[in-house]
């Protein structure tokens, strides 16, 4: 125990928050035989690290720009460190944690906590071989993901980032989803927030049932959908409860009139 104890253990924090980063670098600095090899802030930048510099462990952030915290789990390779999830999820998706084979710590992180991590992470390294942890991890990432969007599903609601925070939003206050480049601005009864995630990722996780794409940059909650108007060049308008206006695109129209109850007229 104490050989494993004093083995120097490198680590590469990935956390797209600034001052999540700063805390987590001061905590790690005050434990012994413990080195912080560098930090990434984003998916693309994390997965280039570790490649390059081949941490025995990483503290993984879930959401971040271009993708999530299993995205990077995914693209490890034959060369998997050890995995301790940082998250701010409430304590019905922590069950789903309990019961994958990884660790994790809660935001705000307490100091016991992750030292108590890191040195599960150092017992683990020493007891697995790398092929055994790529194993666990490819385990582990279905895992989460299905418990994760089970949990989704059955609360009906969605956890989104802003402004440094974890913000828990209920889909059955969301009028409709924006694409802006990488992000989707989400619109919740006259808030909007914006959200690091893809609208391809996010309707993946959408009840069809609730929420219909109507244009490549909009998702709409169709009882949210109050009218329809006539445009240019036999184009449609969806009027929402809100009072925005959303161009149907031509490649979703055919799903809105049975959604509304419209029929077509003969020519």
């Not at 083995?7 to 912080?36: F, H, K, Q, T, Y």
């Not at 071989?129 to 089970?150: D, F, G, H, I, P």
């Not at 609730?210 to 940059?217: N, P, Q, V």
Request: a neutral charge; glycine letters at 6%; one cysteine or more.
């Amino acid at each position: 125990m104490n050989e494993i104890q004093t083995v120097p253990l490198s680590i590469l924090v990935i956390d797209d928050e600034p001052l999540a980063r700063r805390r987590l670098l001061r905590l790690l600095g005050a434990m012994p035989a413990v080195e912080v090899v560098g930090t990434a802030g984003n998916v693309q930048q994390a997965c280039s690290m570790v490649a390059e510099l081949s941490p025995d462990a990483i503290l993984l952030d879930i959401q971040m720009p271009g993708g999530t915290g299993f995205d990077v789990l995914e693209r490890l390779g034959d060369h998997a460190p050890a995995v301790v999830f940082v998250t701010a999820f409430d304590h019905y998706a922590l069950r789903a944690f309990e019961a994958a084979a990884v660790d994790y710590v809660t935001k705000p992180i307490e100091s016991s906590r992750l030292r108590t991590a890191i040195e599960r992470a150092r017992l683990a390294i020493a007891a697995r071989t790398s092929a055994e942890r790529v194993l666990e991890l490819n385990e582990t990432v279905t895992a989460l993901r299905q418990a994760l969007r089970k949990h989704e599903t059955q609360t009906g609601d969605l956890w989104i980032k802003a402004r440094g925070e974890f913000v828990r939003i209920a889909l059955d206050r969301v009028v409709r989803f924006q694409a802006e480049r990488d992000y989707v601005r989400i619109h919740v009864e006259g808030r909007s927030y914006l959200h690091h995630e893809s609208l391809a990722s996010l309707e993946r996780r959408l009840d069809p049932a609730e929420f219909l794409r109507l244009h490549r940059s909009s998702i709409v909650r169709r009882d949210c959908i109050v009218g329809l108007k006539q445009a240019p060049f036999a184009a449609l308008i969806a009027l929402l409860s809100d009072g925005s206006e959303i161009r149907v695109g031509r490649t979703y129209a055919r799903h809105i009139r049975p959604t509304t109850g419209e029929r077509s007229q003969p020519d």
